[in-house]
C-alpha cells in the first residue's frame, strides 16, 4: 500500500495594511457632509422663517396704504421693505405688496363702478365718471411702473368691460321703450280708423291711415316688436277696415 506524505503549502499573499490616515479621512469627510446638511437645513428654516416675517408685515398693512401710489416713485407708499429685512423677507414683502394691490385696485373700481352705475344718466355718464376715477387713481409724473401700468392698463379694461354691459342695458330698454310707443301707436291709429269709417270720413283719407298701419305693423315685426302670427292678426283686421269701407 502507497502512502502519500501531506505535502504542506505556504500560500504567499501580501497583506494589506490599514494607514491611520485613511480612517480619518472618512471620518472627516462624513463629519464635513452632516455640517453641510445641518446648515442647508438651518438656512432653508430661517429662509421659510424670513418669508413668513415679510409677507404678514405686508398683510398686516391698511388697504388704502398699498392702492395708493407716491407720485415720486410710482408705487405703492409702503412698497419699500422695513428696514432691517432682509434678501429674503423683503422679496416676500414686496411680493405680497403686488398681490395686495391688485386685489385693492380691483376691488376699488368695482365699488366705485357700482356706484357710478347707480347715479349716472347714461351709460356715457358712467364711461366719463369711470374713466376720470381712473385717472385720479394715478396722477403722477414718475417713469411708469407695473403698478401705474396695472392702474391704467385694469382701469381701461374695466371700465370699458362695464360700460358695454351698461350701453347693451340702457339699448336693450330703449328699444323696449320704442316697441311699447309703436304698438300703442298702432293701437291708436286702428280706433281712429274705426271712428273714421263710423263718421262716414272720406274714403281715401281712411285708405292712406290703413296703408300707415301696415307699414307700422311690418316695422314691428322686423324689430321682432311682434310675432309673425300677431304680424299676420293684425294684416286680416287691416283687411276688415278696406271691406267696411268699400
Not at 51 to 57: C, I, M, P, R, S
Not at 59 to 75: F, G, H, K, M, Q
Not at 154 to 171: D, F, I, N, P, Q
Not at 211 to 237: C, M, N, P, W
Request: some cysteine; aromatic content about 8%; charged content about 25%.
Amino acid at each position: 500500500m502507497v502512502v502519500k506524505r501531506l505535502q504542506k503549502e505556504t500560500f504567499v499573499q501580501p497583506i494589506g495594511v490599514v494607514r491611520a490616515n485613511a480612517g480619518a479621512g472618512l471620518v472627516g469627510n462624513a463629519v464635513s457632509n452632516f455640517a453641510d446638511q445641518m446648515a442647508e437645513s438651518v438656512f432653508r428654516k430661517a429662509a421659510i422663517k424670513a418669508q413668513e416675517v415679510g409677507e404678514e408685515a405686508a398683510a398686516s398693512l391698511s388697504s388704502e396704504s398699498i392702492a395708493t401710489l407716491d407720485p415720486v416713485t410710482n408705487r405703492p407708499i409702503k412698497y419699500t421693505a422695513p428696514s432691517g429685512y432682509g434678501e429674503v423677507a423683503a422679496s416676500a414683502y414686496q411680493n405680497m405688496i403686488k398681490s395686495r394691490f391688485e386685489d385693492s385696485v380691483k376691488s376699488e373700481l368695482a365699488k366705485k363702478g357700482a356706484e357710478f352705475a347707480a347715479s349716472a344718466s347714461s351709460a356715457a355718464d358712467y364711461k366719463n365718471k369711470m374713466s376720470s376715477y381712473v385717472e385720479s387713481m394715478y396722477d403722477a409724473d414718475g417713469d411708469a411702473t407695473p403698478y401705474s401700468r396695472y392702474i391704467t392698463e385694469y382701469g381701461k379694461e374695466y371700465v370699458g368691460s362695464t360700460y358695454s354691459t351698461l350701453a347693451k342695458r340702457e339699448a336693450d330698454a330703449l328699444r323696449k321703450k320704442l316697441i311699447r310707443s309703436q304698438k300703442l301707436s298702432l293701437f291708436n291709429m286702428q280706433s281712429d280708423i274705426k271712428n273714421l269709417i263710423s263718421s262716414g270720413e272720406d274714403p281715401i283719407r281712411i285708405q292712406s291711415l290703413i296703408t300707415s298701419l301696415h307699414t307700422k305693423a311690418k316695422d314691428l315685426l322686423d324689430v321682432e316688436g311682434i310675432t309673425f302670427s300677431e304680424y299676420t292678426r293684425q294684416v286680416e283686421s287691416f283687411r276688415g277696415f278696406k271691406l267696411s269701407v268699400c
